[in-house]
DNA sequence: TGTGAAAAATCTGTAAT
DNA sequence: ATTACAGATTTTTCACA
């Protein structure tokens, strides 16, 4: 072998579409499906999952990581556990619409964001946040508001029953 | 010892609560913030993180799975690797108030439906949902509709920042 | 709880097919 | 992709403070 051997195509997919997703064959599905499920389930038991060897498993998981396919492992802890039980989905604008936009960066170091969308809908922004009680969310509120200058919307969460 | 030796108090933290986070020390905090950020990290490397030896680091995270605190672990994928470009927050409430509430377990099997929350507010619930397309959008919400028999409410994801 | 050490299992890299 | 093998790491278990 001379050249270097491309590995599907030209690395774009369809027509000049940004590099995609490369499609999931069958085995890397469940390889996947598997990880989501175990995060720290060993090769030998990934091998059994697929029917592949092990060599085979091991270098199609490298290279879901390297693809960016999986892009890390998480353990999972209980929010409460962790002294936050009270979960809220926080929808905020702006005050002044010609303000900077930078609400995201601005949020994104406040203990208990947890995440930070833009929306396409009557907000700009939709967090979702983690606190310890009704005051603590009080308070986060305020410091989001100061901290982006936004007006906040709050829904709060009675129970999670799955996610 | 002939006796069981009860870990800590009663098992009840402080009066009568039900059994609670039972608080975390300094140590097993840096365990969980580790284990959320790599959830494969190995016992050495967490040893190092507590300078504890490395079965004792090993007691405590199993204790921290079996008190529940570390439900699980996790390989995080990107949902558009995963073909599922499209995130959305639906807020979903019955048509009629007076039918059986079991949304949580209808919506549960629904391919997409991520999540789902019982909040305070308009709606009765919150989903998170993720799907290939605006198309595959349009029909999960008809299957969301049918199947819990409820009204939505639909937020787009324009751009995840983080979560 | 904790430590330290030995045994068992797992991962990694390489090579031949 | 598969099998096989060796060396390094990691996990597990156990004796003991």
Known sequence: MTAETPARGDGRGRAGLPDGPARLDDVDARLVAALREDGRATLAT???????S???VQARVRKLEARGVVTGYRAVVD?????LPLTAFVEIRPFDQAQEDDAPERVRSLPGVEACYSVAGEANYMLMVRVASPQALEELLGEIRREARVSTRSTIVLQTYFE
Request: aromatic share 0%; charged share 0%; proline share 7%.
């Open 46 to 52: 990934l091998a059994g999952v697929t029917g592949l």
């Open 79 to 83: 929010p409460a556990a962790l002294g």
């Open 54 to 56: 092990q060599s085979a």
